[in-house]
């Protein structure tokens, strides 16, 4: 679960310092945002609650996940929120959002570590979607995230992977990175950040390389970044001891406390 927090981490300074560059340095500004803290959050409300679900509870186990959001923004309220997720999370009587950016996405990685079939990665993820992303472009980018994990750690190769996200969730992953790179600007709106997330991933060699593909981008690197880092952990398995020392006393005590935890019980 790691690999997801540390390319927030990494990708934090670039979020706003652009780059094109994937040579990049590892910027001692950098620090974990709201990404970390939400996929802290969902880790929590499945260590709370591990139980499979069915459609017809859908609801319930949203409202799990929507009190472990509120929950985890009231401990770091300046993490980076957008304001209508802070608006929402401050209102305990707030309705459903339904945003299509890509905040439904980074946060659903554990998701794909957690569960045993895609059926339940895909129901889970949606729950974790409702309270805040309930619209069909966030929830589909969501489930190809986590879907990407699930079959990452299960040991598909990535032309399996590719083939499984274009065909479930209509994704063209065929342009290469290099391409993508050249024309692609900041824009983070879920259709338009997810997929090269996901390219960044399929266009590296090993983890630092997924990471450093997100980041020189040059969009939203702080969330494309957690989404290709939290996928190449899954594919790859390890990630350099410099990434880890360099970001892990960037991450707060109690959401390394919280990862560990889910760790030793899905990952282990």
Known sequence: MFGAVYGDVIGSYYEVHC??????????????????????AVCKAILNHPDEISGWNIRSRAKEYAAQYRQYYSRYPFAGFGNMFSDWAKDPYAKNGRSHANGASMRAIPIGYAYGTLEQVL?????S?????????????????????????????????????????KYDLSISFSVLKDAYVFNSRTSYSVPPAIIAFLGSSDYESAVRNAVSLGGDADTQACIAGGIAEAYYKEIPEHIKRFCDRRIDVSIKSVLKEFNQKYLS
């Not at 994937?22 to 996929?39: C, K």
């Not at 129901?123 to 729950?127: C, F, G, M, S, V």
């Open 19 to 40: 780059t094109k560059n994937y040579n990049f340095e590892l910027n001692q500004d950098s620090t974990f945002t709201d990404d970390s803290v939400l996929t802290a």
């Open 123 to 127: 129901l889970q993820t949606k729950a």
């Open 129 to 169: 979607c409702l309270p805040t992303h309930n619209h069909s472009e966030a929830i589909r980018g969501a489930q190809s995230v986590a879907s990407a994990v699930f079959l990452a750690r299960n040991g598909e190769n990535k032309e399996y992977i590719k083939k499984y996200l274009e065909k479930k969730f």
